[in-house]
C-alpha cells in the first residue's frame, strides 16, 4: 500500500509521467500537418491540455501552424478565443484561412491580465480553444492554466519567447519554431519522447519526408 501511495504522490506532483497504451484511438484535434501528426504520441494536439509555441521573434508563420484547428473548430460553429494577440488580426488572412470570422472573438488584456483572462476563456467550456500571448508566466501561472484546460475542456495554445525553453513548464506539449535554419522542435510531449531530429518548416500539408536536420527552409510569414 505504502508504494501505491507513493507512486499516486510522484504523479500528483508531476515528477512522474503515466504511460499511454500503444494502442489509442485517433486524436480528436489534429494539427492538420500529417507530419507533425505522426511525430506526437497523441496524434496531434493533447486534448483538454496546454500546448506551448515558442517563437524567437514574432511573424514568422506561427499562425499557419495552428490555423488548420481553428479553421475546423471554428467551421464545426465552436468558439475560438484570442487572448491578447500582439497584432490586431487581418480578417481577410484568417477567413483565406478557413477561420469563421462570426466564432472568433479577440480579447484584449494588458500583459499583467492575460494569464487571468486565459484562465477565465479556458474553464469557461464555452470556448473550443483558447489562443494567448504569453510574454512572461511562472510555474504556478502556468499550472493553473493547465488546470483550466481540464477543467473546461479546453484546447489551450500559449505563445511564448523562446527563452522559455530554458525554463521547465507543466505544458503538455511544447514546440519550438527556429529561423536559421528554419526547422520546428518538439521539445516536450506527453506520453511519449520527443523526435530525435527536428520537423521541416514551413510543414508540408500532405506527406512528406523529413529533410536532413541542417536542411535550410523558406521561412514563412503571416504577420498578423
Same mark, same amino acid.
Given at each position: 500500500?505504502?508504494?501505491?501511495?507513493?507512486?499516486?504522490?510522484?504523479?500528483?506532483?508531476?515528477?512522474?509521467?503515466?504511460?499511454?497504451? !500503444?494502442?489509442?484511438?485517433?486524436?480528436?484535434?489534429?494539427?492538420?500537418?500529417?507530419?507533425?501528426?505522426? @511525430?506526437?504520441? $497523441?496524434?496531434?494536439?493533447?486534448? @483538454?491540455?496546454?500546448?506551448?509555441? &515558442?517563437?524567437?521573434?514574432?511573424?514568422?508563420?506561427?499562425?499557419?501552424?495552428?490555423?488548420?484547428?481553428? @479553421? %475546423?473548430?471554428? =467551421?464545426?460553429?465552436?468558439?475560438?478565443?484570442?487572448?491578447?494577440?500582439?497584432?490586431?488580426?487581418?480578417?481577410?488572412?484568417?477567413?483565406?484561412?478557413?477561420?469563421?470570422?462570426? %466564432?472568433? !472573438?479577440?480579447?484584449?488584456?494588458?500583459?499583467?491580465?492575460?494569464?487571468?483572462?486565459?484562465?477565465?476563456?479556458?474553464?469557461?467550456?464555452?470556448?473550443?480553444?483558447?489562443?494567448?500571448?504569453?510574454? !512572461?508566466?511562472?510555474?504556478?501561472? &502556468?499550472?493553473?492554466?493547465?488546470?483550466?484546460?481540464?477543467?473546461?475542456?479546453?484546447?489551450?495554445?500559449?505563445? =511564448?519567447?523562446?527563452?522559455? @525553453?530554458?525554463?521547465?513548464?507543466?505544458?503538455?506539449?511544447? &514546440?519550438?519554431?527556429?529561423?536559421?535554419?528554419?526547422?520546428?522542435?518538439?521539445?516536450?510531449? %506527453?506520453?511519449?519522447?520527443?523526435?530525435?531530429?527536428?520537423?521541416?518548416?514551413?510543414?508540408?500539408?500532405?506527406?512528406?519526408?523529413?529533410?536532413?536536420?541542417? $536542411?535550410?527552409?523558406?521561412?514563412?510569414?503571416?504577420?498578423?
Amino acid at each position: 500500500m505504502s508504494t501505491i501511495v507513493a507512486l499516486d504522490r510522484l504523479l500528483d506532483a508531476r515528477r512522474l509521467w503515466r504511460g499511454q497504451p !500503444q494502442a489509442r484511438a485517433p486524436s480528436r484535434q489534429p494539427t492538420g500537418f500529417p507530419l507533425l501528426d505522426a @511525430a506526437l504520441p $497523441s496524434g496531434g494536439w493533447p486534448e @483538454a491540455a496546454l500546448s506551448e509555441v &515558442l517563437l524567437p521573434l514574432d511573424g514568422i508563420g506561427e499562425l499557419a501552424l495552428l490555423w488548420p484547428t481553428l @479553421a %475546423r473548430l471554428t =467551421r464545426a460553429g465552436r468558439l475560438v478565443a484570442l487572448v491578447a494577440p500582439p497584432y490586431l488580426p487581418f480578417p481577410g488572412a484568417w477567413a483565406n484561412a478557413g477561420v469563421r470570422l462570426d %466564432r472568433l !472573438q479577440v480579447v484584449r488584456a494588458d500583459a499583467r491580465d492575460v494569464p487571468w483572462a486565459t484562465e477565465q476563456c479556458l474553464r469557461s467550456a464555452a470556448c473550443a480553444a483558447v489562443l494567448c500571448w504569453l510574454q !512572461q508566466a511562472d510555474d504556478r501561472t &502556468l499550472r493553473r492554466l493547465q488546470l483550466a484546460a481540464e477543467t473546461g475542456q479546453c484546447l489551450g495554445l500559449a505563445m =511564448r519567447p523562446a527563452a522559455a @525553453a530554458a525554463h521547465a513548464s507543466p505544458a503538455a506539449l511544447r &514546440l519550438s519554431l527556429e529561423t536559421n535554419p528554419a526547422r520546428l522542435r518538439v521539445l516536450k510531449c %506527453r506520453g511519449g519522447n520527443p523526435p530525435a531530429q527536428p520537423l521541416p518548416w514551413p510543414l508540408p500539408r500532405g506527406e512528406a519526408p523529413v529533410p536532413a536536420a541542417d $536542411s535550410p527552409h523558406a521561412a514563412a510569414s503571416d504577420r498578423a
